[in-house]
T-cell receptor, first 113, second 109 residues
Framework: ETGVTQTPRHLVMGMTNKKSLKCEQH?????MYWYKQSAKKPLELMFV???????ENNSVPSRFSPECPNSSHLFLHLHTLQPEDSALYLC????????????FGPGTRLTVL | AQSVAQPEDQVNVAEGNPLTVKCTYS??????LFWYVQYPNRGLQFLLK??????LVKGSYGFEAEFNKSQTSFHLKKPSALVSDSALYFC???????FGSGTRLLVRP
């Protein structure tokens, strides 16, 4: 619907698992973002990539590892997560980094047991 | 510190009445202000933006916002609220990639 897709839509994982979230944008944008949305902090910026280079890393724990292999794809690799990491993870893209409208995917609802 | 503030966690309004969702900013330079809306189980959707020019900007679904530099505000408004406007609204400064804390709008029939 918005040109930004995320898979999976729902994910349940144990604290010792390793999983990955995938985001794909079909809009020809140059910048991509990962956000965490939870009840405690409605919208936290995690990572920003511009032209496949990471330009922002917002003090995110190392158990979250982003990867941007090309301008259309963005991954978030997860390992040894904690229950407090349970949240909605949103991906977004924009034409340029800073100053542009962001287009969001529907999110991945993550539950860590 | 640079920030975007939404002072109200929730706004309640009756259908047909005007609504206002407040946003103030503390950003150096041009803040590039946006409003986004989030419906349940969905990602955020763009409503409107102010980059430069006319201080009154019109957006989707009949919403508008006024950029007020002297009051450092960018309040979202709609003349007549609909029940379907009930959602979570976020103010955003794209220059500094800062989102406000969100305001839940509840429009009662």
């Amino acid at each position: 619907e918005t040109g930004v897709t995320q898979t999976p839509r729902h994910l349940v994982m144990g604290m010792t698992n390793k999983k990955s979230l995938k985001c794909e944008q079909h809009l020809g944008h140059n910048a991509m973002y990962w956000y965490k949305q939870s009840a405690k902090k409605p919208l936290e910026l995690m990572f920003v990539y511009s032209l496949e280079e990471r330009v922002e890393n917002n003090s995110v724990p190392s158990r979250f590892s982003p990867e941007c292999p090309n301008s259309s794809h963005l991954f978030l690799h997860l390992h040894t997560l904690q229950p407090e990491d349970s949240a909605l993870y949103l991906c977004a893209s924009s034409q340029d980094f800073s100053g542009s409208t962001q287009y969001f995917g529907p999110g991945t609802r993550l539950t860590v047991l | 510190a640079q920030s975007v503030a939404q002072p109200e966690d929730q706004v309640n309004v009756a259908e047909g009445n005007p609504l206002t969702v407040k946003c103030t900013y503390s950003v150096s330079g041009n803040p590039y202000l946006f409003w986004y809306v989030q419906y349940p189980n969905r990602g955020l959707q763009f409503l409107l933006k102010y980059i430069t020019g006319d201080n009154l900007v019109k957006g989707s679904y009949g919403f508008e916002a006024e950029f007020n530099k002297s009051q450092t505000s960018f309040h979202l408004k709609k003349p007549s609220a609909l029940v379907s406007d009930s959602a979570l609204y976020f103010c955003h400064s794209s220059y500094k990639l800062i989102f406000g804390s969100g305001t839940r709008l509840l429009v009662r029939p």
